[in-house]
């Protein structure tokens, strides 16, 4: 073999070398390329990855803080607003919004991440809306929904992009959560998706537990706040009885003392006047007269003692009948007012008449009764107004436990009534101190009498008085018809 042959098979065999080198270096290169692509996958899968942990980290944080806030929130509006903020701040959302129900229209509640201009603007959510929302349980609008999602959310609801569910409180939907973005990329997504869908379920879920607690705590308030004004109530009313009984008790002693002391001194004087004409005492018929005048006087004082306490005793089993009548005010009270100015001209005491100034009111009443109440009254304020005084009378209008009453006022600037007497005046019997007593001779039952009349016709009698200056009795009766001129 010559040399041009040698060269030509060395020649030969480098191209195929070659040849064989550039098929090698084809091969790493695609395998290269190939890794590359796989390194670059695995990197887009790492950092989806982190995305991932980074959504589930801000999720449980988001739902620890979420926690706190069901257990801390007072009321429901705390509770909501508290949640919004949470979801804002870990959740990477732009705006979030809970609307309430309102016949078949939700409006909005609660708002956050919107600026005062935007929260204006916002609209209630449709009713088409609302019942895709309920009926799916829940919606998300992408940037691909919005092909068919055609309407300007934007402009009702103040996003582009977001995601809708229903809160059902008791099995029924008394709310819709709204949670979304404006933006075509956020800071922790590009799109929403299921995971946030399931997300915002599970936080409904929550916040329908925690509403209906705050209810319920709310109602169990209520119940308790309810049950001790009722206790308290109660006390008030036992406090009130035992001060009743006590009362009653003392009243039923002073009772006794004056029924002994109203029976046995005129029997007593009785007793003695008839001793003395059986015994000869009294020859003198002059004389004789003047004791048999005093037996008829002591038995005609027992006759009207008799009869008050039987009619007494009728008014308060309400036995008596009342001729209840159509009456106006003023013509009757002073009609009664006239009746008793002669003898207030005989005591030389100034006898005024007052009218209010709403001069028709109706009353419904028995005139008889009303004039005997009126005469005890003033009978006993001419006894005990010394000469020169003054008496007045006047009528209007007053209120008792919210309602308006037709009132007849009798004043006197007379002995007056001591602060210790005057809670017992309406008593059986009771006569008190001696300063209105030492003329009177009165059974005193007139007052016990007066009262009730007076409560028999669902009205109200009450005294102020102080010693020295004077007493003021008003009678308080319901209105039938008033009319302001």
Known sequence: MNHEQSLSQYTLSLEEDIKRYKQENNKLQSYLEKSSDSIMRLDNQQMLLQLQIKRQERTFQFFQQLYQVTHSAKNTEQLFNLTLHSLIQNMGFDKAAIYQKDMNTFYPVAMKGYS?????????????????????????????SRETYTEPYEHELGVKYFIACPLIIREKVEHIFLVGNNREETSLRSQLTIMDLETLRTLCQQLSIASANIQLYHHLE??????????????????????????????????????????????????????????????????QERYLNIILSRVQGLKRLILDLFELSKLETREIRFEKTLLQLHPLTHHLFTKYEIEAKMADIRYEFVMGQSTNISIVADADRIEQVFANLITNAIKHTSPNGRIRVSTGLTNFLAKPYAMIKIEDNGCGISEEDLPYIFDRFYKGSKTRNSKDGGSGLGLAICKEIIEAHRGRIEAESSIGKGSTFSLMLPIESQCNE
């Open 222 to 287: 209520r119940q308790i706040q309810v049950r001790t004004e009722a206790l308290q109530e109660s006390n008030f009313r036992l406090e009130e009885m035992n001060k009743e009984l006590s009362r009653v008790e003392q009243s039923r002693r002073k009772l006794l003392s004056n029924i002994s002391h109203d029976l046995g001194t005129p029997l007593s004087a009785i007793q003695v006047c008839v001793e003395a004409i059986l015994d000869g005492l009294v020859e003198d018929s002059v004389e």
């Open 116 to 144: 005062s201009t935007e929260a204006s603007s916002i609209q209630s959510i449709p009713v088409y809306y609302a019942q895709s929302i309920i009926e799916q349980n829940g919606i998300i609008v992408n940037k691909e």
